[in-house]
Every structure is written in structure tokens, then in C-alpha cells.
């Protein structure tokens, strides 16, 4: 069965920084793209990153320099390494499986991430 | 990138049938047969309904149909249930590795 779990949200500072995890279980991490999506509250759904086999990332220009995605395919788990974080950064970020690119067929649960001091 | 644009909400009557219109460009819905919709109920992760502009997962029911003309796709549900009540996102690749989301249509079944 396919499940991905997110952990690591929390109420951060602005100027903090916050490490998101998204345990992948039925599938490796490895063999798909996989990515980070963002809703902030209220609002739609907004694509952040992309990572595939590791050695290919992309990034909205609203996170590019800020954010990093990575994998641990020891742990078969992706990582979002949030910094400088700002009070528009306030979303649910949700763990998405894409498929060749193009759609995201299966979604994580979400974890809330609230930056305000 | 710029987010597609869909209605704020649209609603129907049980049995009605309505349409969710996405607009994009022509460096995403219009230059790309790959466009998505999810549905989202409240507090709950989206779940895939169409990719590739008119195919449906298993276990969708085939009331659920897209479609798309030039930059603009199209979510039609047919035959309104109570459960259909939701929030129905659009997507479309939009080249290199990139995916762009709507603002998201909220559905309000009468």
C-alpha cells in the first residue's frame, strides 16, 4: 500500500528555518519524481519542487534559493529544507508522487507549517 | 509562473450536471495535453479525478469528464450527489519539470 507520511511542521519565526520529511512507504522514493506542494489558507494549491533520482531538482521561483529538496533512499524518505522563512510561507506543504512529470497521483496527508512571530 | 485561473464556485441541484472552467496559456493548458483535476474535501488531501486532460483513474465514477479548448480546460460532473461537494483544483505541466495548480473552484451541491 502505497502512504506518504509528513512530519516536521511547526510555528517558526520569520528568518527561521524548518526541515520537512515525507516517509514513503510501498514504492522507492528513488524510482519517481516526487515533490512538495504547498496551500496556504484559503488559497489554491501551489507547486514548490520537484526531485527525481536525486540528481534532478526544480523549484518555483517563489522558494528557489530559500528551499531544498532532497532524498535519503537508505530511509526511502524526501526531504524539504525550508530557510529565511517569511509569513507567506504559512501553507499546509503536502508530499506528492508525480507521475512522469506531468500529474500528481497520490498525495500525503500534510503537515502545517506556521511562520509568525 | 502564474496560477491557472478557475471560478471561485460554482454550484448545481442533485442530478444537475456542472462545469469547472481552468485557463491557462499556451506555455501550460494550451501547449500541453496534460492537464489534472483533483478534488479536495475539507481537511482532506486532494484526490486525482482526470489527468491527461480526459482520463480517469480507476474507481472514478464516469460522471466525472474533462475536456479542453485551446488554453481553457474543462471539469464537467454530471448527475450531482450530495458527495460531489468539494473543492476541484486544476493542474497542468507547464514544461521542464515544473506544474502549475488553479486557485481552486468550490462546489456547492443545493
Known amino acids: 500500500e502505497v502512504q506518504l507520511v509528513e512530519s516536521g511542521g511547526g510555528l517558526i519565526q520569520p528568518g527561521g528555518s524548518l526541515r520537512l520529511s515525507c516517509a514513503v512507504s510501498?514504492?522507492?522514493?528513488?524510482?519517481?519524481?516526487m515533490s512538495w506542494v504547498r496551500q496556504a489558507p484559503g488559497k489554491g494549491l501551489e507547486w514548490l519542487s520537484l526531485i527525481y533520482k536525486s540528481d534532478i531538482t526544480d523549484y518555483a521561483d517563489s522558494v528557489k534559493g530559500r528551499f531544498t529538496i532532497t532524498t535519503d533512499n537508505s530511509n526511502n524518505t524526501m526531504y524539504l529544507q525550508m530557510n529565511s522563512l517569511r509569513a507567506e510561507d504559512t501553507a499546509i506543504y503536502y508530499c506528492?508522487?508525480?507521475?512522469?512529470?506531468?500529474?500528481?497521483?497520490?498525495w500525503g496527508q500534510g503537515t502545517l507549517v506556521t511562520v509568525s512571530s | 509562473q502564474s496560477a491557472l485561473t478557475q471560478p471561485p464556485s460554482v454550484s448545481g441541484s442533485p442530478g444537475q450536471s456542472v462545469t469547472i472552467s481552468c485557463t491557462g496559456t499556451?506555455?501550460?493548458?494550451?501547449?500541453?495535453?496534460?492537464v489534472s483535476w483533483y478534488q479536495q474535501h475539507p481537511g482532506k488531501a486532494p484526490k486525482l479525478m482526470i489527468y491527461?486532460?480526459?482520463k480517469r483513474p480507476s474507481g472514478v465514477p464516469d460522471r466525472f469528464s474533462g475536456s479542453k479548448s485551446g488554453n481553457t480546460a474543462s471539469l464537467t460532473i454530471s448527475g450531482l450527489q450530495a458527495e460531489d461537494e468539494a473543492d476541484y483544483s486544476c493542474c497542468s505541466y507547464a514544461g521542464r519539470y515544473t506544474l502549475v495548480f488553479g486557485g481552486g473552484t468550490k462546489l456547492t451541491v443545493l
Open positions: 499556451s506555455s501550460d493548458v494550451g501547449g500541453y495535453n496534460y
Open positions: 491527461d486532460v480526459n
Open positions: 506528492a508522487r508525480e507521475r512522469g512529470n506531468t500529474l500528481v497521483d497520490f
Open positions: 510501498g514504492f522507492t522514493v528513488s524510482s519517481r519524481y
